[in-house]
């Protein structure tokens, strides 16, 4: 949605940085992959510099920080992803 | 980092004073090394130096999202400023004054500052100022939400002709900016009479405080635009809240019109975050807390959105953030 946010940005505000990074990569990958898991797709880190986001139908996709993650995301989900949908934080207040 | 040079932006609505703001600041000594990028040459300290004059002409990307417009204009000239001054055609200025038009949002400023990489290197955005006028400021936010949004993403909130305005019509603007925009200050000015420092020096001192942080209330006069406040009593995982704010923004940021707090991140002193829309300026770590109260609390300036329906995604998104750390014993940095 916005390429500003993403494509001009080398840094963007919310990459991790300093002695946690590498951490804090495998956190969000984590997260996220909790947060997409009803949505058909799936994430993995790419060597610490990029994000891969799959889907099942075979289609992969790199981003480079999380404000194009969910907006590639949404396209490969085909459906909005809304943090406040009360069904997704339903599933996440039981997600283990 | 810690040399780049402050740009305060200046925006309001038509009339409301903008000009003679910038006009009595520039006359201020404080103020000598400023440059001033202002719409309509010729209205504002034509003898200064380093008046300079942009046309608004922006950059429509192909995403269409408004806030995150790349304003050409600007970003030509504070570049052309950079190179002049390196070259030495221009007399060193320590600060830069952007003028709006009246119409403008102010959001695609801040987004150009903020993500073209030459200017987040060499520029600071310092304050955002907006001026209302105190006679027709009321009539202003009900006919025009540009207006609204110039008073919601403010630092500074410059209040112009009290003393030509009833008392009582002042008092109830002011409450009514209150609600729009608690975080920033509400200065009554007469002909731009102001030092620098009060209305420049805003972006560290409007930290908010517990105490005063609002709890949802209605704004009905205010095109839905309303601010309301969470508080979280245990330490929030960074990269759980990162993954649930930039979610947040790709979903709701045209209605996300600024949101501004500290986190405790579980380091001594709080993470400082402040945006715009789409547009986050980079957290700040700070070395300490302001004051006792040690505990996250953030502010969103919201249209329409529910403080329950956020604070209840915040929570999942942070209980998921202590699941994942739980279990993230297999993971070192190296």
């Not at chain 2, 050409?72 to 390196?86: I, K, Q």
């Amino acid at each position: 949605m916005c390429p500003l946010c993403g494509a001009l940005l080398t840094e963007h505000w919310a990459d991790p940085e300093g002695a946690g990074a590498r951490r804090g990569r495998v956190l969000r990958t984590r997260i996220v992959r909790r947060v997409l898991a009803g949505f058909g797709v799936t994430l993995s880190d790419w060597g610490g510099t990029a994000y891969v986001l799959h889907d099942g139908k075979g289609r992969a996709e790199v981003v480079h920080d999380l404000t194009t993650l969910w907006a590639e995301a949404e396209r490969l989900a085909g459906r909005p992803l809304d943090p406040l949908d009360p069904a997704l934080v339903e599933a996440l207040r039981r997600s283990t | 980092m810690t040399d780049r040079i402050p740009v305060a932006l200046v925006t309001g609505f038509l009339g409301s004073g903008k000009t003679t703001l910038i006009s009595a600041l520039l006359a201020h000594p404080a103020m000598g090394e400023t440059a001033v990028l202002v719409n309509e040459l010729g209205e504002v300290a034509i003898d200064h130096h380093l008046v300079r004059q942009v046309d608004e002409r922006t950059v429509v990307l192909g995403s269409g999202c408004i806030c995150c417009t790349l304003r050409g204009d600007l970003r030509d000239e504070l570049r052309d400023l950079l190179g002049r001054r390196a070259r030495g055609e221009l007399e060193p200025f320590r600060r830069v004054v952007v003028e709006t038009t009246g119409l403008a949002d102010p959001a695609p400023v801040l987004s150009t500052l903020l993500t073209e990489p030459v200017l987040r290197h060499n520029y600071a955005v310092e304050a955002v100022v907006a001026t209302v006028d105190a006679v027709a400021g009321a009539a202003t936010l009900d006919r025009h939400p540009e207006s609204v949004k110039q008073a919601a993403v403010a630092d500074t909130l410059v209040l112009t002709k009290a003393d030509a305005a009833a008392p009582a019509a002042v008092a109830a603007l002011e409450a009514r900016l209150r609600a729009v925009n608690p975080l920033a200050p509400i200065r009554r000015v007469a002909f731009g009479a102001i030092a620098p420092d009060d209305l420049l020096r805003a972006r560290d001192h409007d930290l908010p405080a517990t105490a005063s942080a609002p709890q949802a209330r209605a704004s009905p006069h205010a095109h839905d635009v309303h601010a309301f406040s969470v508080v979280l009593d245990e330490p929030l995982d960074w990269d759980a809240f990162a993954v649930w704010l930039t979610m947040l923004l790709h979903s709701r940021g045209l209605d996300v019109l600024r949101v501004k707090g500290l986190l405790d991140v579980g380091e001594p002193g709080p993470v400082v975050l402040d945006g715009v829309q789409h547009v986050v300026h980079r957290p700040r770590h700070l070395a300490a807390w302001p004051d006792d109260d040690r505990r996250s609390r953030i502010v969103f300036i919201t249209r329409g959105l529910e403080r329950e329906a956020v604070l209840a995604s915040l929570q999942a998104f942070a209980r998921l953030g202590r699941v994942a750390t739980a279990a993230a014993t297999d993971v070192v940095d190296r």
